[in-house]
């Protein structure tokens, strides 16, 4: 497994790469069987420490956590304890897909925006409504099943995800309602 461990404008010595190494990896070998890749970034917000660790699974889900401490160590720990709760809520179904699927996930590529806010709301909308972007880069699309696409954005802590549904290769998206539970949309599907 590739680790990147970096610090946002601080240093980060060799015994925390290696505390982070060796309590992260204990973790994963328990749980996901074989991450490919972990991104753990430290930086400090006033006077505390912020860990941010996400791990890419061989089975292509993304595991992310985030904590904060007054100390470094301990908010690498806390993260790292957040990452095994999700990996332990999610065994069950992260083993079953991987013996399900033989191959890793499949990505397609493509392009994310970011358009700038309006910022006087109570004006006129005029009659040529061309959005400002103001971001563009480019992001990846898994191939998911609807329980693998809900599962991973669980695991991202997002409230929406788009993916293309491996049933039929056409583009849906699942997304946290308002009141806790999970929206699916499906174009493809019609009532007959």
Known sequence: ??????????????????????????????????????TIVFSKSAHEYVCE?????????????RS???EIYAAFDSCAEKMDKQLRRYKRRLK????ERSQPVELSDGASYILAANEDSDEAEPDNISAMIIAETETRI????VG???????LAHSNVLVFKNEKHSGIN???RRDDGNIGWIDPSYTKG
């Open 142 to 145: 898994p191939s998911l099943s």
């Open 1 to 38: 497994m590739r680790y990147q461990i970096s610090g946002k404008q601080i240093d980060i010595g060799e015994a925390l790469q290696t505390h982070v190494q060796t309590e992260l990896g204990e973790t994963l070998s328990k749980y996901a069987g074989r991450p490919t890749e972990a």
């Open 148 to 154: 693998e696409a809900v599962m991973q954005m669980e």
């Open 96 to 99: 079953d897909h991987h013996k």
């Open 53 to 65: 660790c996400i791990v890419h699974l061989s089975t292509g889900l993304t595991c992310q956590a």
């Open 68 to 70: 904060h401490d007054t």
């Open 173 to 175: 998206v699942v997304y």
